[in-house]
C-alpha cells in the first residue's frame, strides 16, 4: 500500500469519524426537542385525520334513541359515544377532536401574524437606526405598558361582529411588543459583528442584509417567540370565548368551554362535557410550554 493511498484512507477515516461525533454531539443536545416535537407532530396528524374519518366529519350529527322520535341528549359515555353527548345529542367526542383542530390552527394564524409584526419591528429599526429605530422603538414602548389582556377583553366586548378573523386581528395586534424587544437586543449585537460589517462593504442593499445575514442568526429565538405566541393564542381565545366575548361561528375549545358555563355542565355533574376540553387546553399549553423551554436550554447551550 502506497503512502498517498495510505493518507487517503487516513482522511477518509477522519472524516468519518468527525460526522459520527457530530452526530452523536447534535443528538445528545437535540434527542429531547426531537422526541417532543415528534410526538407532538404525530398527535396533530392524528387530529386532523380523524377530523375527516366518516365517524368524525360531522360535529354536528344529532343521535336519536329511535329515528327522529327521541333526541338522544346527555348520554353518558358509552362504548357508541366515548364522550357523551351534549344537550342536542350531538357526539361530544366528534367535537372535541374538531375543537382541538380549530384551537391549533386558531393558534398557528394568530402566533404567525405576532411573530410577523416583532420581527418588522425587531429587525428593520434597529438595522436602520435614526428615525425608523426611534418610531419602532415608541410603537414597542408603548404596547409594553399597554394593559392589553383588558383592553383586548374591553375591544371584543365593544365589537358587535363575533367572526374568528376579529378576535385573530384583536391578539395579533396587542401581543407582540415583547418578543420585539428581545429581537431587537439580539440585532444590535449581531450588527456590530465583522461579518455585518464585510457585508456593508460589499455594497448590499440594507434589506438583504437586515433579512439575509441578520435575521438567520436572530432565527432561535424568533422560534422561541413564535412557540411562546402559538400557546398564548390558544389560551387567550379561550378564555375570551369562554366568558362570551369571542367568535361564536367556529368550533374551538373555548367555545366548548363556553357552553358549559352556558348550559350549566359544571354544575349539573355531566362531567364528561366540560373536563375533557379543560384537560386539553392545558396538555396543549404544557406541551408548547415543554417545547419552548427545552429550546431555550439548546439555545442557550450553543450560545455558550
Known amino acids: 500500500m502506497t503512502k498517498e493511498t495510505q493518507l487517503e484512507l487516513g482522511k477518509n477515516i477522519g472524516i468519518k469519524k468527525i460526522i459520527k461525533e457530530k452526530y452523536h454531539s447534535a443528538m445528545d443536545r437535540y434527542k429531547r426537542q426531537i422526541i417532543l416535537m415528534l410526538v407532538f407532530t404525530i398527535v396533530i396528524l392524528i387530529i386532523i385525520i380523524l377530523t375527516i374519518v366518516p365517524p ?5 350529527k344529532r343521535f336519536w334513541v329511535t329515528p327522529d322520535v327521541l333526541l338522544d341528549n346527555y348520554a353518558r359515555p358509552s362504548l357508541e359515544h366515548w364522550l357523551g353527548t351534549d ?13 382541538v383542530r380549530n384551537s391549533l390552527g386558531f393558534g398557528l394564524l394568530t402566533g404567525s401574524m405576532c411573530t ?5 419591528l425587531g429587525v428593520i429599526g434597529p438595522f436602520k437606526g435614526g428615525v425608523i429605530d426611534l418610531i419602532a422603538s415608541f410603537l414597542t414602548n408603548i404596547a409594553l405598558v399597554f394593559p392589553q389582556i383588558p383592553f383586548i377583553l374591553l375591544l371584543s366586548s365593544l365589537l358587535q361582529i363575533r367572526a374568528w378573523w376579529i378576535t385573530m386581528l384583536i391578539i395579533g ?3 407582540w411588543p415583547w418578543a420585539a424587544r428581545s429581537i431587537r ?4 449585537t449581531i450588527k ?3 461579518f455585518i460589517k464585510v457585508s456593508r462593504m460589499s455594497a448590499l442593499k440594507d434589506m438583504r442584509i437586515a433579512f439575509f445575514e441578520v435575521l438567520p ?5 424568533v422560534i422561541l417567540a413564535f412557540i411562546i405566541f402559538l400557546g398564548n393564542s390558544i389560551v387567550i381565545e379561550a378564555g375570551i370565548a369562554m366568558i362570551g366575548l369571542g367568535q361564536q361561528n367556529s368550533l374551538t375549545l373555548g367555545l366548548l368551554l363556553n357552553q358549559a358555563v352556558e348550559w350549566q355542565w359544571i354544575s349539573s355533574f355531566s362531567y364528561w362535557l366540560w373536563l375533557p376540553p379543560g384537560i386539553c387546553l392545558i396538555l396543549i399549553y404544557l406541551s408548547f410550554f415543554m417545547i419552548q423551554s427545552s429550546l431555550s436550554k439548546t439555545f442557550e447551550q450553543r450560545t455558550s
Open 116 to 120: 410577523v409584526i416583532a420581527v418588522f
Open 56 to 60: 368524525f366529519n360531522d360535529p354536528e
Open 173 to 175: 395586534l396587542f401581543t
Open 87 to 99: 344537550q342536542l345529542g350531538r357526539d361530544h367526542l366528534t367535537r372535541l377532536i374538531h375543537a
Open 217 to 221: 442568526n436572530a432565527l432561535p429565538y
Open 192 to 194: 456590530e459583528r465583522n
Open 185 to 188: 437586543s439580539q440585532v444590535l
